[in-house]
């Protein structure tokens, strides 16, 4: 999706923008870096290690889409 369509999306209403939130970003980084570290943990099953791996690539996505929206709007802002 482009940020075009999401900038759509929130022109119809579909989307909302939130404003960036450094305390929900440290919050999720920390949560994804906590259970990256437990995953090395070699008495875990692989089921709970798997577990423990999906949820840190789930916990660090919207940080992911932050930091992506950011450089988008900085090389926009860059070009004009």
Known sequence: M???NLKNLERIGQLK?????K???DRLV???DNRLHDVINSS???ASRFDLTYNA???SEPTNVQKISRIIDSS???QH
Request: no cysteine; glycine share 0%; aromatic share 8%.
């Open 17 to 21: 923008a939130e404003p960036f939130d």
């Open 30 to 32: 920390d949560a994804a």
């Open 57 to 59: 690539a789930h916990a």
């Open 2 to 4: 482009t940020l075009e």
């Open 76 to 78: 926009v802002s860059a």
């Open 44 to 46: 875990l099953s692989q």
């Open 23 to 25: 305390q929900e970003f």
